[in-house]
C-alpha cells in the first residue's frame, strides 16, 4: 500500500517549480471559451427588466404589450405583484427574444407599477443608543445573519425562545437548514420558536446591535498603559465587479432535463440549486464551465436571474436562451462587500509592548446587516472590548469578496496600530516586531516574513517618522499590514485512468478560477505518475465528473491537489502490482520514474510506462482519490506581510504607489509562478480598492450612482507600480502540507496604502478609497489644527 | 446598450450633406461616432437619420492660410497631434489633441464633431478659447464665422444652428509665445477633469500677455479673464498669487469622481503649474 504523503524534496520533478499555466496560450489567443462565448445555433437572447428604487412594493405588472412583439419568445415574471422589492435593481421580469435588441425593445414596452417604500442606504455612523433596546421577534434576516456570523447555539437558541419569529418555519425551510449544517439543537428551538406574524409589517430599527465582547480586563489594561491612540477608520461597500459578469446560457434537451452553461465558481454545486427552484431531480441537470472571467466570492449561486433565464428557455420549447448580466446590473446587484468602519482605542507601554483595544464598529451588508470583521486583527491584544452595530440598508445583497471581512479587519487594526506607533514615535516594523507573540500559532512565520519584507521593501532607506520633510508638493512614505487566513482544503473527488495503450485521463467536476487550478492538477498527477503534464488529459467544469467543492475560501488547491495525488498512488499501486512479476520484483520494489516503471534499487530494470501499461490487459484502471482521505497532504493557517511605498501629491490629493511588497507562506506551493501571479493579481486588486473602489449611492433616490466602470474604477496598466512577491518554501512550511492562496495576499494592501500615505503626508486619510478630495481633505484639518 | 434604430445616408458631396440635413429635423451628422454612437447607445440620442459625413473627401486638411492655419472639419485628433504645421507654427491645439482619450479615440474622433458635442470636459475648447481661433459652419445659406468666445454657449450647446455644419477651424499662429495644454486626466474615461491651455507671451521673467483657457470645470469651457488680468505686465513671480483667481465666479460641476471645490482647486493649481510651463517652454 501506498504512503500518502507528499514526494521528497529531491524527488520532486515538477512540484514546487515554476510551470506555466496550461491554458495561458488559449487565453491570450482568445481560443478559451467563457460561458459568455457559449452561441449555440437557434440561440434567443434574455433581458431582465430591473426593480429602479431601492425599496418598494410591486404592484402590478402589465407585460401584454411586450408578449405580442414580434421576435419575443418568452416572458417570465421574476417577482410577482406583492412583493417587496429591498435593493435597486431587483430582477422583476425576463424576455427572451431572437436577438438583444428585441429583447431590450421588450423590457421597454413593460409596464411595472411600483409602491415606493422608504429607504435607507446610509452607513453612516450609528446615533448614540441606536440598536439598543428589546429586540423584537426575529426576521428570517436576523436568523441568517446569527447562523452566518457564527453566532454560538446557545445564544441563537435562547433569542429563539425569547423572542419569537415573524416567519412561518417550513419542512422546506428546516431541511435546507439542515443541508447548511445547522446543528438539530438549533432548528428544534426554530421549530418551537412563538410565530408573530403581526410584528412582520412593523418598522425596524436599521441598527442591530451585537452583544459586546470583553476579554482581560480593558479599564485596567488602558489605565496601566503609557501611550494611547485613539481614531476612526475603515473601508466602504465595494462590488466584485466581475470582468465576465453573471449569466447562464439554459436549454431543455428534453422537457425534465436541463443543461446549463454557467458563469460560476461551484460547477458540482449547481444542480442542487437548480433543481429545488425548478422542481426536477437533481440528477437531471447538467452544468458546464470551462473558463470564468472572475469571481471573487460572488459566483456561486444561479442566481435569480439564472433561475429565469432556465424557465425563459422552458417556456420558449427548450430553446437555448443567454442572459448575462449588463455592467449596470452587475455593479448593482451582483455582489457588495460589506464595509466595516470603527471608532478604536488602542494602547500600548512606553516600550511598545500592545496591553489594551477597544473598538465600536459598524457596517453594512444590505437588508441582513452583515458580519463583524475580526477585531482586534491578527494581534490578541490581552485586554479587549469590542460592540458591533450591523447596519440594515438597502444596498443590495452582501456577497463573500475574497478573503471576508479580513480586509475591512486589516484597515481597520493594521491603520490604528501605525498610529500607536507613530505616537509610540517608533519604526512601526519595530512595533510591530516587538508585539509578534501576540500572534498566535503563526508567531514563528510573521517572525521570518517581517524583516524579509523590510528587507524587499528598502524599508530602512525608505522609512521616516511621519511626514516627508522634502520640498516641493510630491511627498513619498511607507506602510505596512499582516494578515492571516485559513485555507484547508475542500472536499474532492479526482476520478484518474490508466488505459493499456498508455494514456491517462482526470476526470473532476472541480473548476479553474484562472488561479491555474487544471496547471496543478496536471503538476501533481505528472509528477506523481513519472510522465509529462501533456501525457495527461484532464477533464474539469462539468456535472458529469465526480462532485468537487466549490472555489470560495481558498479551499481549492488544497482540495484538488490531495485528492489527484492520492489518485495517482492509488493508480500506481494497481499497476505495480500487475507490471511486478515482469519485473521479477515486488510491487512495493517498483517506482514510476522518468517515464518508466523501474526496479528502485536496480532503475536499470525497467518498462517504458507505454510497455507497462500494456500489461493492465484489455481494462483501464480507474480509481477515485479523495480529500479528506487517507495521510496529512493539506492543512491551515496562513501568515503574510504586505507593504507598499508611496508618493502623494499633497496639491491635487493623487496618490500614487510606487512598490508593492508581498511576503506570503502556503505551505508546500504546487506551483510556485501560478502561486506567485495569485499574489500579483491580489496586490493589483489591493490597490484598486485602496485607491478606487466605492459603491456610491444616492442618499434621496437610493439609486447607485456609479453603475459603470466609468466612476466605478478599477486599477489599470497605469496603476501598477514594482511588485515584489516572496514565496516562503522552506522546509518547515513545506512540510505542513499544501494550503490555499487565494485570498490572504489581497488583506494587507489596503491597510499598507493607507499606513504609506499617513506616512508620506504627517496625517490619518480615515477611510478607502483614498482619494484625492478625501487626501486634501485631511491634509486641510492637519493644516486647521495646526494654525 | 443598444441603440434605437435609424435610416443611414453617407453623401459623398458637402453639398449633399447640407441638403439632407437641412431636409429632415430629426437627423443627425455623425463624424468620428466617439461622442454620438456612446450616446445612442446609453439611448441618450435617438436621431431617426444618420448623415455620415466619412465619405466626404477633402474635409481633412491641415493648411497654412498665412496669418492662420486652417483646419478641415474632418480631421482627426490623431492628424491634429501628429501636425508639423501646427507643431511649429501653433503647437497649442496639437498638444491639447494628443491629450484626448486613447489611440482609438484619437484615430476615429474628429475636431469638427468634438467642437460641434461641446462636451464640457473635452479638450478642444480650452485651446480654441485661448487662441481666440474662429469656427466655420456652412450650411445652404453659405458660410459663417463665429469667434471661439461666442461659439460655446452651454452644456453641450453650441452656437450652431441646426442646419449648418463646421467645416474648418482657423487658428491664429503663437510664434513667440509659450503654449502649454496641462491636463487632469479622468482616470478611467480620460477625458479633462481639468485641462488648461495657456499662451503667454514675454521677456524671461515678464508676462506681456497670457490668454487662458479652462476646460473640466464648469458647463462650459471659459477664459481665465481674472488671472489673465492680474497677469498683464507683471513679472512670474506673480504667477502663484494670480493663479488663485482660475476660478472666480466658476459654478464648478461635481460628479462622483471630482465635486466642484474639487475641480476649482485643481484648475488653480493646474493654472500656476500651466503658466510657470509656458513661460520656460517659450524660451526654446
Ligand atoms: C473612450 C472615450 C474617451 C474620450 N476621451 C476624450 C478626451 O479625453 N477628451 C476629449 O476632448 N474627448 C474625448 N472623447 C470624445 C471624442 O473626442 C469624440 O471623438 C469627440 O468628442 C466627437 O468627435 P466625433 O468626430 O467622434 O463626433 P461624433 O460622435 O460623430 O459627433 C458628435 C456630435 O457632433 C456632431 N457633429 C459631428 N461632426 C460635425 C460637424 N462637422 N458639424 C456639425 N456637427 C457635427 C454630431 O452630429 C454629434 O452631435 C472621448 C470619447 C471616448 C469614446
Redesign the interface.
Known amino acids: 500500500m501506498a504512503e500518502y504523503k507528499w514526494p521528497a524534496p529531491a524527488e520532486r520533478t515538477l512540484i514546487g517549480k515554476r510551470i506555466s499555466r496550461v491554458d495561458g496560450a488559449v487565453k491570450v489567443s482568445g481560443h478559451a471559451k467563457y460561458s459568455y462565448d457559449y452561441n449555440p445555433k437557434g440561440l434567443l437572447f434574455g433581458k431582465v427588466l430591473r426593480c429602479p428604487h431601492a425599496h418598494a412594493r410591486v404592484t402590478s405588472i402589465d407585460t401584454s404589450a411586450a408578449e405580442k412583439m414580434a421576435g419575443i419568445k418568452a416572458v417570465q415574471i421574476v417577482q410577482k405583484p406583492g412583493t417587496e422589492v429591498l435593493w435597486q435593481g431587483d430582477d422583476i421580469v425576463a424576455v427572451a427574444a431572437v436577438d438583444?435588441?428585441t429583447a431590450?425593445d421588450a423590457i421597454r414596452a413593460i409596464q411595472v407599477k411600483y409602491e415606493v417604500l422608504p429607504h435607507n442606504v446610509s452607513d453612516a455612523e450609528p446615533p448614540a443608543g441606536a440598536g439598543e433596546g428589546p429586540a423584537g421577534p426575529m426576521t428570517e434576516d436576523d436568523l441568517e445573519n446569527a447562523l452566518g456570523n457564527q453566532v454560538p447555539d446557545a445564544q441563537v437558541i435562547s433569542d429563539l425562545q425569547k423572542r419569537g419569529v415573524t416567519f412561518q418555519v417550513t419542512d422546506d425551510m428546516t431541511k435546507e437548514l439542515k443541508g447548511y449544517g445547522v446543528s438539530d439543537a438549533v432548528i428544534n428551538a426554530l421549530k418551537a420558536a412563538a410565530y408573530h406574524p403581526e410584528a412582520a409589517s412593523q418598522p425596524r430599527s436599521p441598527y442591530q446591535k451585537m452583544a459586546a465582547q470583553t476579554q482581560g480586563d480593558p479599564d485596567k489594561g488602558f489605565a496601566s498603559a503609557e501611550v494611547t491612540s485613539e481614531g476612526v477608520y475603515g473601508a466602504p461597500v465595494i462590488t466584485h465587479c466581475c470582468l465576465e459578469t453573471h449569466g447562464s446560457a439554459a436549454e431543455w434537451p428534453s422537457s425534465d432535463h436541463l443543461l446549463v452553461h454557467c458563469s460560476t465558481q461551484g460547477v458540482s454545486g449547481l444542480p442542487d440549486q437548480y433543481a429545488q427552484a425548478l422542481k426536477i431531480p437533481a440528477g437531471n441537470v447538467r452544468a458546464h464551465q470551462d473558463h470564468i472571467g472572475g469571481g471573487f466570492g460572488s459566483k456561486f449561486s444561479p442566481d435569480r436571474w439564472g433561475i429565469a433565464t432556465a424557465q425563459l428557455s422552458k417556456s420558449a420549447g427548450g430553446k437555448p436562451v443567454k442572459y448575462m448580466l449588463?455592467r449596470d446590473s452587475e455593479l448593482m446587484t451582483a455582489g457588495a462587500r460589506p464595509s466595516a468602519y470603527a471608532r478604536v482605542k488602542v494602547a500600548a507601554k512606553g516600550d511598545g509592548t500592545l496591553v489594551a483595544w477597544q473598538s465600536d464598529s459598524w457596517g453594512t451588508g444590505g437588508p441582513a446587516g452583515a458580519g463583524s470583521p475580526p477585531l482586534p486583527y491578527v494581534f490578541e491584544i490581552p485586554n479587549q472590548r469590542k460592540q458591533h452595530t450591523a447596519v440594515r440598508t438597502n444596498q443590495g445583497p452582501a456577497r463573500a469578496w475574497r478573503a471576508p471581512n479580513h480586509p475591512q479587519a486589516a484597515v481597520i487594526t493594521m491603520c490604528a496600530l501605525d498610529d500607536l506607533a507613530h505616537k509610540l514615535n517608533m519604526d512601526p516594523v519595530e512595533f510591530f516586531a516587538k508585539n509578534l507573540d501576540m500572534t498566535g500559532p503563526r508567531a514563528p512565520i510573521y517572525k521570518e516574513e517581517l524583516p524579509l519584507a523590510a528587507e524587499l521593501m528598502g524599508w530602512k532607506q525608505k522609512w521616516h517618522p511621519r511626514g516627508d520633510k522634502s520640498e516641493g508638493p510630491i511627498k513619498r512614505g511607507v506602510g505596512l499590514s499582516m494578515h492571516t487566513w485559513g485555507g484547508r482544503g475542500h472536499a474532492s473527488n479526482c476520478l484518474l485512468s490508466i488505459h493499456p495503450d498508455g494514456s491517462v485521463d482526470i476526470k473532476m467536476g472541480s473548476q479553474d478560477l484562472g488561479t491555474g487550478t487544471r496547471t496543478a492538477i496536471l503538476i501533481v498527477a505528472a509528477d506523481s505518475l513519472g510522465i509529462p503534464m501533456n501525457a495527461i488529459t484532464l477533464n474539469i467544469g462539468d456535472t458529469m465528473y465526480p462532485p468537487d467543492g466549490g472555489s470560495g475560501g481558498s479551499t481549492t488547491i488544497g482540495g484538488v491537489s490531495s485528492s489527484t495525488r492520492r489518485a495517482a498512488l492509488m493508480a500506481l499501486d494497481q499497476l505495480f502490482a500487475k507490471v511486478a512479476p515482469a519485473l521479477k520484483a515486488q510491487p512495493a520494489d517498483l517506482e514510476a520514474r522518468d517515464g518508466t516503471v523501474r526496479v528502485k534499487s536496480e532503475p536499470s530494470r525497467s518498462l517504458s510506462w507505454k510497455q507497462a501499461c500494456a500489461k493492465l490487459g484489455a481494462m483501464p484502471l480507474s480509481v477515485t482519490g479523495k480529500n479528506p482521505g487517507p495521510g496529512n497532504l493539506i492543512n491551515s493557517g496562513v501568515g503574510g506581510v504586505g507593504m507598499a511605498d508611496v508618493s502623494v501629491d499633497t496639491?491635487?490629493?493623487i496618490v500614487k504607489v510606487n512598490k508593492m511588497v508581498a511576503v506570503q507562506d502556503c505551505g508546500l506551493v504546487i506551483n510556485l509562478k501560478t502561486a506567485e501571479s495569485q499574489c500579483y493579481g491580489a496586490l493589483i486588486m489591493g490597490i484598486s480598492y485602496a485607491l478606487?473602489e466605492e459603491k456610491?449611492l444616492d442618499p434621496v433616490t437610493g439609486r447607485m450612482?456609479?453603475p459603470n466602470?466609468?466612476?466605478y474604477?478599477l486599477a489599470?496598466l497605469r496603476?501598477i507600480p514594482e511588485l515584489m512577491v516572496h514565496m516562503m518554501t522552506d522546509p518547515l512550511n513545506e512540510n505542513r502540507g499544501v494550503i490555499g492562496l487565494g485570498e490572504p495576499p489581497v488583506i494587507s494592501p489596503g491597510a499598507a496604502i493607507s499606513n504609506a500615505v499617513a506616512n508620506a503626508i504627517g496625517v490619518r486619510v480615515p477611510f478607502l478609497p483614498l482619494?484625492?478630495?478625501r487626501v486634501?481633505a485631511a491634509l486641510e484639518q492637519q493644516q486647521k489644527a495646526g494654525a | 446598450?443598444?441603440p434605437a434604430?435609424f435610416d443611414y445616408e453617407s453623401p459623398k458631396t458637402l453639398n449633399e450633406a447640407i441638403t439632407l440635413l437641412a431636409s429632415r429635423e430629426d437627423a443627425k451628422l455623425l463624424a468620428g461616432g466617439h461622442s454620438l454612437l456612446p450616446a445612442m447607445k446609453l439611448r441618450l440620442a435617438s436621431p431617426a437619420l444618420l448623415i455620415d459625413l466619412g465619405r466626404i473627401g477633402g474635409l481633412d486638411y491641415i493648411r497654412d492660410s498665412g496669418e492662420t492655419i486652417s483646419i478641415g472639419a474632418l480631421a482627426t485628433h490623431a492628424a491634429v497631434a501628429a501636425s508639423r504645421l501646427l507643431l511649429a507654427s501653433s503647437p497649442l491645439l496639437a498638444q491639447a489633441a494628443c491629450n484626448i482619450g486613447d489611440i482609438q479615440v484619437r484615430n476615429r474622433g474628429t475636431i469638427g464633431g468634438s467642437l460641434a458635442q461641446a462636451h464640457p470636459s473635452a479638450d478642444y475648447p480650452a485651446a480654441i478659447l485661448a487662441l481666440d481661433a474662429n469656427i466655420v459652419a456652412t450650411s445652404q445659406s453659405g458660410e459663417r464665422v463665429i469667434p471661439a468666445h461666442s461659439f460655446f454657449t452651454g452644456m453641450f450647446t453650441t452656437a450652431l444652428r441646426p442646419d449648418e455644419i463646421i467645416t474648418e477651424i482657423r487658428v491664429p499662429k503663437t510664434a513667440g509665445s509659450g503654449t502649454v495644454y496641462k491636463k487632469?486626466h479622468?482616470?478611467?474615461?480620460g477625458y479633462a477633469v481639468v485641462g488648461v491651455a495657456a499662451v503667454v507671451r514675454g521677456a524671461t521673467g515678464k508676462i506681456d500677455d497670457v490668454a487662458i483657457g479652462i476646460t473640466g470645470v464648469a458647463e462650459v469651457a471659459y477664459r481665465a479673464t481674472a488671472v489673465e488680468d492680474a497677469l498683464r505686465g507683471k513679472p512670474a513671480s506673480a504667477i502663484a498669487e494670480a493663479a488663485k483667481h482660475a476660478a472666480d465666479k466658476v459654478e464648478a460641476l461635481g460628479?462622483?469622481?471630482?465635486?466642484g471645490?474639487?475641480r476649482r482647486?485643481?484648475a488653480q493649481?493646474y493654472t500656476r503649474r500651466a503658466l510657470q510651463e509656458a513661460l520656460s517652454s517659450k524660451r526654446k
Not at chain 2, 479622468?186 to 474615461?189: G, L, N
Open positions: 438583444e435588441p431590450e449588463e496639491e491635487t490629493g478606487y456610491v450612482l456609479n466602470m466609468e466612476f474604477r489599470g496603476d482619494t484625492p478630495d486634501l | 446598450m443598444i434604430s487632469f479622468h482616470p478611467a474615461s460628479d462622483n469622481y471630482a465635486s471645490d474639487y482647486h485643481l493649481v
